[in-house]
């Protein structure tokens, strides 16, 4: 407390006018001697603004005077160094016996910042010069030889000639000093200057500033400044031999450790700048110029390029001796990238072709097991469908084999340890290979984990077993040995397309027949092999190609004729724990009463689905484009699964569908389906995260496991996330049953959509009904005026007049002929505010047999 008396005790009794003001130019404090230079009392102008409280003069001569004072305050707040304003009016309010007077006075003013602990201006220090009387001396006349007291004539010419010149010698060097600090200010470089021995800061500009933690050093030693610095011998042996000898010093690429922030941590920076002497001509070393400039991250990055450049000139030399070594080698790695391209162009060949094909075996498939409804009982049509079954397997597996050859099936990695998956198809692999073929495993110790799709894999294995069984034509010995593995820089020079690194090493090895150079060559290509006709399709060993290659493996083939064959897979290793494989539901089929929206452009594929899904019971919409299905799923109707394809036509792809259908309904779940899966949702060979794939074809089997199956979870998931509540009391409610339509009934169907109205035609003749189809109310009038019907099934959007209007009609008639309403916007089918229509039954789209047949009774039923 003392010590803050003490320092207000020196500020209120020095000589000098001295005040402060804060950042918005607002008094904090004045001394006395400011006080009494300006006339002004303190209880008046503190927390006031300075502008304020000065006089103002309004003549246009003195206003620039304000403007330069506000300016050089202003440039002390952005600039955090002192400012000198010289010479500038600023009139005072004198107290007269005839009232107050606006005197006019001279000053000079010196503007000190106060910085904060963070290195900002927190006030202003303002030292004040009165220099009116130094002025006024300039303009005094007087007469020939008239004297003033105690000054002659002479003294006073020679006085106010002195004056006169510090006066513009003040405005020069002002002058020059402004002009100084635009020159230095422009200066790309960090700019210094140090004075004395202890090379005190007498001048930086901005751009050294970085360097200095922001901080104002200005009359601070070196060493206070850069703290630092302390025992860098080498940078105050430069600066003496620049301030004592005159030397000029200049250095590049020079490192040194800075702290931009007071409290921050030590950071070393590269740095190219000069010393240099500062002197009058002919004079002594004033003071050491410093121009340096950060070269820090071009230092690095001429390192990183020296850094590839030696990698590159590295590899250079190591590949210029390996083509010394072997002019062979360099041959056959050329024949192994014609190969790899010609193996890439067949692969893009027929994984478009497999897109295609998937969709016709869909189709097929789809409709075959639909047709097993119509033909049960017909032992004969049962087992022509059940051939047709097996060969639409085959057809899928041949794609399959396709998209596994051309990196295009959608793989579901997991981290396995593969001696687990080997010894777990040991029985398999025994009964595949016959008793004849004797089986050898052998695995390594602490074997590294892998990451891969063990179904896939599962197939892989399998291949490779039955290509090595016909090789050996089923007698001999078959080898299975799995260890660790490691590619080095040498061996991948001789396969370019490998990475170095750790693999986990399957070996499969037979005592076969082996094959020649030729035929390894074409070994992997789709559609090869030399065995007889019918016995294999050429697929197994290119699907193993496929798969290796999309894991991010190498393969490697081994043989000679008459004494075996070798197929070694590399599979890179995964440093994660092994995962927990999820059990595949092979429980009974089960349908639901969900509401399901399936998106598909093929038509006939579309049909098939909606079928399929239908029979399972769901409720079915569907939509031909995801644009179309994202229509639906802003309307706002409840859905509980989208089931869209992934190659879709139209400005909306499948994934952005998905995701929209995300941020509409959170809890919908999204399953994916393709025959082909291009890189929408497939990246880097392996499926997206969280995303649900049934690759086509599928079975109605597959197809109903897999919607359960995340509809399963979908009711979990709202399950868990429902309030807790109170479970009522049992009360057992028993729907009466709907009155069966006893008779044949005739019914007039109006339906524009021909998809929809041979659907419908068809299955109300499996009922037992008599249908006539018309596609608009003007020919369903047409048809009722000619004969009678006993049930009117009309659409509710019907090209011109709406099924609603033709509804309308028939009530008003009276005829007795039921109405059932077909309405896709749910059991609304009537616009807001129109009349309900009495005794009629709407039914909602997408219907099922079930559906049409629960309608057609309840029509019939009502009076």
Request: include cysteine.
């Amino acid at each position: 407390m003392s010590h803050s008396l003490d320092s207000q005790r020196l500020f209120d009794s020095a000589p000098a006018p001295l005040m402060v003001l804060d950042r918005e130019l607002k008094y904090v404090a004045a001394n006395q001697a400011y006080l009494n230079a300006t006339s002004l009392r303190r209880e008046e102008i503190i927390g006031r603004n300075v502008f304020e409280v000065l006089p103002q003069d309004t003549s246009p001569s003195e206003q620039d005077s304000q403007q330069r004072l506000r300016e050089s305050l202003e440039r002390v707040l952005t600039r955090r160094l002192p400012d000198l304003l010289t010479m500038t009016v600023q009139p005072i309010s004198r107290a007269t016996e005839t009232g107050p007077v606006l005197e006019k006075r001279f000053w000079t003013y010196s503007h000190q910042p106060l910085l904060d602990a963070s290195g900002n201006v927190a006030f202003i220090l303002q030292h004040a010069l009165d220099v009116t009387d130094l002025r006024a001396a300039n303009s005094v006349k007087q007469a020939p030889g008239e004297r003033l007291e105690g000054v002659s004539s002479e003294q006073l010419a020679s006085l106010i000639g002195q004056a006169w010149t510090v006066q513009e010698n003040n405005q020069q060097l002002d002058h020059e000093r402004r002009y100084l600090r635009q020159l230095i200010e422009l200066i790309p470089g960090a700019v210094g200057v140090l004075r004395g021995p202890d090379y005190v800061f007498e001048m930086v500009n901005s751009n050294y500033l970085p360097h200095l933690g922001y901080r104002n050093v200005i009359g601070m030693p070196l060493l206070k400044a850069r703290p630092e610095l302390e025992g860098n011998a080498r940078v105050f042996e430069m600066l003496g031999r620049v301030l004592h000898k005159g030397e000029t010093i200049a250095m590049r690429g020079f490192k040194v450790s800075i702290r931009k922030t007071p409290e921050g941590p030590l950071e070393e920076i590269v740095a190219d700048f000069e010393y240099r002497p500062v002197r009058l001509p002919g004079g002594p070393i004033l003071a050491v110029l410093i121009y340096g400039e950060d070269v820090t991250e071009k230092a690095r990055a001429e390192a990183q390029v020296r850094h590839y450049q030696e990698h590159l000139e590295e590899l250079v030399r190591e590949r210029t001796r390996a083509l010394e070594e072997s002019e062979a080698e360099r041959s056959k790695t050329e024949a192994q990238l014609r190969q790899s391209q010609k193996m890439e162009a067949v692969g893009k060949l027929t994984g478009g072709v497999a897109h295609d094909f998937n969709n016709l075996l869909q189709v097929i498939a789809g409709n075959l097991q639909l047709l097993q409804r119509d033909v049960v009982g017909n032992e004969r049509a049962l087992s022509r469908l059940q051939t047709a079954t097996r060969a639409v397997e085959r057809g899928a597996k041949l794609a399959s084999q396709l998209l596994s050859f051309a990196r295009r099936q959608p793989l579901q990695p997991l981290v396995v340890n593969v001696s687990k998956v080997v010894r777990g198809m040991d029985d398999l692999l025994r009964r595949t290979l016959g008793e004849e073929v004797e089986l050898v495993t052998s695995t390594a110790k602490e074997l590294w984990n892998t990451a891969l799709d063990p179904n896939q894999f599962e197939n892989v294995i399998i291949n490779l077993a039955v290509n090595a069984r016909d090789a050996m034509n089923g007698s001999g010995k078959l080898t299975i040995e799995v260890g660790n593995a490691v590619l080095d820089a040498h061996y991948c020079r001789l396969h370019p397309e490998v990475l170095p690194g750790q693999y986990v090493l399957l070996a499969v090895s037979d005592t076969g027949s082996g094959m020649t150079p030729e035929v390894m060559e074409r070994a992997f290509e789709p559609f090869f092999t030399t065995k007889p006709e019918g016995r294999g399709t050429g697929l197994g060993l290119s699907m193993v190609y496929g798969f290796v290659k999309q894991s991010g493996g190498h393969l490697k083939l081994y043989s000679e004729l008459g004494h075996g064959t070798t197929i070694k897979l590399y599979l890179p290793r995964a440093v994660e724990a092994e995962s927990v494989d999820a059990k595949v539901d092979a429980g009974p089929i089960e349908g639901g009463t969900e509401t399901i929206l399936v998106v598909e452009d093929d038509a006939e594929v579309r049909t098939t689905v909606v079928e399929m899904v239908s029979e399972l019971g769901y409720r079915v919409l569907k939509a031909v484009d995801a644009q179309s299905a994202l229509v639906i799923l802003q309307s706002g109707v409840p859905i509980d699964l989208l089931f869209t394809d992934v190659v879709m036509p139209g400005p909306v792809r499948s994934p952005e569908l998905a995701k929209q259908a995300k941020e509409l309904n959170p809890d919908i779940e999204v399953l994916f389906t393709s025959g082909y899966t291009e890189n929408a949702i497939v990246h880097g060979g392996r499926l997206d995260a969280g995303v649900q794939l049934l690759s086509k074809p599928y079975s109605r089997e597959e197809l109903a496991r897999k919607l359960r199956q995340l509809l399963n979870g979908r009711q979990q998931r709202l399950a868990v996330r429902a309030p807790p509540r109170a479970k009522p009391a049992p009360t057992p409610t028993v729907r009466p049953p709907a009155p069966a339509a006893s008779r044949r009934l005739r019914v007039l169907l109006v339906e524009d959509d021909e998809d929809v109205r041979s659907s419908a035609c068809e299955l109300m003749d499996l009922l037992g009904h008599e249908v006539l189809s018309v596609t608009s109310a003007e020919e369903a009038r047409g048809a009722m005026a000619a004969s009678g019907f006993d049930v009117l099934f009309t659409d509710v959007t019907l090209p011109g007049a709406s099924g609603v209007d033709l509804a309308r009609e028939v009530a008003e008639r009276q005829t007795g002929m039921k109405v059932i309403l077909a309405s896709g916007h749910g059991n609304v089918a009537l616009p807001r505010g129109e009349t309900p229509l009495e005794g009629v039954v709407v039914l909602p789209k997408p219907y099922t047999l079930p559906q049409i047949q629960e309608a057609l009774e309840q029509a019939v039923a009502l009076p």
